[in-house]
C-alpha cells in the first residue's frame, strides 16, 4: 500500500520561504515520476514540480521557476519542495504524488496515480 504523507505547509507574509515534506511508503525504487503540485481554489490543478529519473531531471512550471526547489532523500524516502521568496497566488493547497508505472520525461505529461492528502498554504501579501 502506497502512502503519502505531506507536511510543512502554513501561513506566510509575501516574499517569506517555507518547505514542504513529502514522506513516502509502501515502494521501493527511485526512477519512478515524484511531483508536487497545487490546486488553489476556482482553478485547475496544477504541476508546480516533478524530479525523476532518480533526482537527475527536474521540471518547475514557470510560474515558480527560480523560486521553488525539488529535492528527494531516497535513504529517507523523503520528497521535498523548498518555496522562497512566496508570492500571494502561490496560494494553494499543495500535494505530493507519485507514479510507479513510469518514469523519464512522461513524468511531466501523465496523470500521477499515488497522491498525498495534501498541505495548506496561505501566502499573504
Known amino acids: 500500500q502506497v502512502q503519502l504523507v505531506e507536511s510543512g505547509g502554513g501561513s506566510v507574509q509575501a516574499g517569506g520561504s517555507l518547505s514542504l515534506s513529502c514522506a513516502a511508503a509502501?515502494?521501493?525504487?527511485?526512477?519512478?515520476?515524484m511531483g508536487w503540485f497545487r490546486q488553489a481554489p476556482g482553478k485547475e490543478r496544477e504541476r508546480v514540480a516533478v524530479?525523476?529519473?532518480?533526482?537527475?531531471?527536474?521540471y518547475y512550471a514557470d510560474s515558480v521557476k527560480g523560486r521553488f526547489t525539488i529535492s528527494q532523500d531516497n535513504a529517507k524516502n523523503t520528497l521535498y519542495l523548498q518555496m522562497n521568496s512566496l508570492k500571494p497566488e502561490d496560494t494553494a493547497m499543495y500535494y505530493c504524488?507519485?507514479?510507479?508505472?513510469?518514469?523519464?520525461?512522461?513524468?511531466?505529461?501523465?496523470?500521477?496515480?499515488?497522491w498525498g492528502q495534501g498541505t495548506k498554504v496561505t501566502v499573504s501579501s
Open positions: 524530479i525523476y529519473n532518480g533526482g537527475g531531471n527536474t
Open positions: 509502501g515502494y521501493t525504487g527511485r526512477r519512478y515520476c
Open positions: 504524488a507519485v507514479d510507479l508505472r513510469y518514469s523519464g520525461s512522461l513524468c511531466l505529461a501523465i496523470e500521477y496515480n499515488y
